[in-house]
């Protein structure tokens, strides 16, 4: 790999006083959160050791080869599928979602299957029936593989699919229905490892500390990965590369832990949303990904000494230049709550060029002879400075192309930033009870049982009152 020793670049300058002023972070802030910087960094090493943490995600770049070994002969087996279908949702979707987007061509599923060298590829992140119903259309079962993926084993949308897609695969195949199903869970808690074994079904596992958002270089993601023919090796030494770079207690030799300090800097100032907004198609799904990281981490109604703090940003995506046309106006000049975070590419995998033509033009003839590649950059470059110039507090992450090797430095940069925050936030980043207190009420309306009391809480509620319903 030839470009293995470059690296993505962080830039923060127009998030500091000198050019944004008052709005901005001051030189004597950044010196303000050393010992902060300190204690995260020296509990995330400590974290990491200790039993019990969520912190996997960090030693997964290089203790998986035998797992590696794996993923890579079963991918070769379900490389000659024509369909490849991930059940799924949340951190079990939303990483394969993002690589599939950002690796494979960006019309993977239209493109020849010469061309494509992999399956047709389909996530079902969601129990709309009439999106199920769609897939099921579309895809010829004898030709279909299937990869349900759930952590806990028990969550009630992947479980519902799985149930759906394994009737029909029971009724077409029989027993060799396991021929078509591959499942991504626990080792040895929840629902889907008994089933599996039950099924005799080919599995591959979730490591315990390792939490759904923090999944994607896991078999989660990893085995949908090299099904789709991506270099797994090379997302993970992105990862690694990364991870080593971001150690040292110090924000400028530090690219996580920089990061986290201006998102908490600006946190603090009442910078209470933060936009990730990415210039390449490619990278649409990677703030989604990033979205959902930052939201369920970051959003906690308790910290940790069980104080209610009520804490979080609201990550929003946008997508440049689509939005510059939509939600830069209120970037540039509505409140002052938001901090917005670009992903720059400096090598788009395509170059083309502006035809020339009515040249009695000029506001049209300029655009001649100019590549798509300049323009994207250059209104890139000119949304940064308008912010800029409007105080409006914003960064820059730059990747030197879109391939497997920075992409593995980048989520490896947002899932550390994000712990980071965490920590200087003192929650805990790996929970998630409000999404749990959803998935308690839904048992309890389907009639799970061990979920009576739940049942009975939701039924005794207050009544919704006509006086607000418009019919
Ligand atoms: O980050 C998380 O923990 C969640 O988003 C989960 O990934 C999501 O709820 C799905 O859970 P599971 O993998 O257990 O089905």
Redesign the pocket.
Known sequence: MAQEKKFIKFDYNYMMENYIGSEGITEKELVATKMLQKKAVISLKEDRVSNGNMLGWLDLPHNQKDVIRDILSTAKQIRKAEYFVVL?????ALGIMSLFQALCHLHHNELKRSKRKAPKFYVEDNIDPERMQALLDIIDLDKTVFNV???????SE?ISQFLIIMDMLKEKYGVNAKNHIIATTDETS?NLINIAKKEDLKTFYIPKDV?????VISPVGLFPAAVLGMNIKDILRGCLDMEKSCRKANMFENMALASAVTQYIMYKKGKNISVMMPYADSLKLMADWYC?LWG?SLGKAKNLYGETVNVGQTPVKAIGVTDQHSQIQLYTEGPYDKIVTFINVEEYRSKITIPGGYEEFPSVSFLSGHTLNELISSEKKATEYALMKNKRPNRTITLPAVNEYYLGQLMMLMMLETAYMGYFLEIDAFN?PG?EEG?NATYALLGRKGYEAKAKELRSSKPKSQRFIIE
Do not use: A
């Open positions: 799924g949702i949340g951190g079990s993926i759930t952590k806990s084993g028990s969550t992947t929840g939490g759904g958002r923090f999944s959902q369920e998630q999404v998935k």
